[in-house]
């Protein structure tokens, strides 16, 4: 048995198209569309979509205060003697 889908609440925006039907979880297996190739294929442009997009950098964050006293209270352990 393949993956199924049920409870889908955007149903307007599925695909491939009424994915509860071909791939819903009342039927005994599930399909691969196409033997897998469609997935393959949407796959594969998601992941062109992905490495097309112009990356944005972020800031790194500024220095975080360390707890004053992180083994106090706690079990020995190789990292808090």
């Known amino acids: 048995m393949n993956n199924c ?3 889908n609440s955007f149903k307007a925006a ?5 994915i509860e ?8 297996t599930t399909p691969n569309p196409e033997n897998g190739e469609a ?5 594969l ?4 979509e992905s490495e097309a997009r112009t990356p944005t ?9 360390t707890m004053p006293n992180p083994c106090k209270g706690v ?3 190789p990292l808090c003697q």
């Open 45 to 48: 442009e998601l992941a062109a």
């Open 75 to 77: 079990p020995y352990d």
């Open 39 to 43: 997935a393959i294929g949407y796959i």
């Open 14 to 18: 599925t695909w491939p198209e009424k």
């Open 57 to 65: 950098p972020q800031p790194a964050p500024p220095a975080q205060p």
């Open 5 to 7: 889908v049920s409870g």
């Open 21 to 28: 039907e071909t791939w819903g979880c009342q039927n005994k």
